[in-house]
């Protein structure tokens, strides 16, 4: 059994989501509802639960808000935003669960599924870290190993290489770290972070490129000395983004 907190500023959203969760395969416990910073704050120290469906904007602040106030995070969280863009940025980067509104059935009872099954605590301390970070300006980004969560500076970050199914990022402390996420993955979040996709199978970081070579039909080298190819359809583009720079 899972215990759920619901803090959602209107009244019908809470009555909705609870009504869904109880059609779920998951037994629950419902540990109240509220709809504020402080009243959630309190339910939660009151409570103790395993889980909060979290809504961004509340009456008297944010959700980010009410985070801020415990020292320690030891419950799960799983956002519930309208749809803004940069917050979601930040949540993708940071590897935390949200539901845009309107909530759906399938979205809500997916989400729960998925957190009673981890029911991973530390993770999600670790993961709000870089979250709240983020919120401010995308720097940090949440990459799962099969041995670790590791929070990585974007700007840390050198290149990043396809492997099938699997992406291995290479960072400028000469650390690699392979992650079960596919390039497209970090492609789609990366490239309004100064990243730039050369090849089908090469994500780099444009702030480490040393030079580009003609030779051999063209490539960068990075400030690790790694060689990375530029497809022929991807050079002028990046010659583009040179001419920027």
Not at 19 to 39: F, M, N, P, Q
Not at 84 to 107: H, M, N, Q, R, V
Not at 188 to 215: A, I, M, P, W
């Amino acid at each position: 059994m899972i215990s759920i907190a619901v803090i959602d500023d209107e009244s019908k959203a809470r009555e909705t989501i609870i009504r869904i969760l109880s059609l779920g395969k998951t037994e629950i416990r419902i540990a109240g509802e509220a709809g504020s910073v402080a009243s959630g704050f309190d339910l939660i120290n009151r409570e103790h639960p395993d889980l909060v469906l979290l809504d961004i904007n509340l009456t008297d602040g944010t959700g980010f808000d009410l985070l801020k106030k415990f020292e320690k995070i030891t419950f799960m969280v799983i956002f519930i935003t309208a749809h803004e863009e940069y917050a979601i940025k930040a949540f993708k980067f940071s590897a935390i669960d949200y539901i845009l509104k309107p909530i759906t059935a399938g979205d809500l009872l997916h989400a729960v599924d998925k957190a009673n099954e981890s029911k991973s605590k530390q993770d999600t301390e670790v993961k709000l870290t870089a979250l709240l970070s983020n919120l401010e300006k995308i720097r940090k980004i949440v990459l799962r190993t099969a041995e670790s969560i590791h929070i990585i500076q974007v700007k840390n970050i050198i290149r990043c290489e396809a492997d099938v199914n699997y992406t291995t990022f290479y960072l400028d402390n000469s650390e690699k770290l392979l992650v079960s996420k596919t390039l497209k993955d970090y492609a789609d979040l990366l490239e309004h972070s100064g990243f730039f996709r050369t090849h089908q199978s090469h994500l780099v970081n444009l702030d480490h490129v040393v030079r580009y070579d003609k030779t051999e039909g063209g490539h960068l080298v990075m400030a690790d000395g790694s060689i990375v190819p530029v497809s022929s359809r991807k050079k002028e583009e990046l010659f583009s983004l040179f001419e920027k720079m």
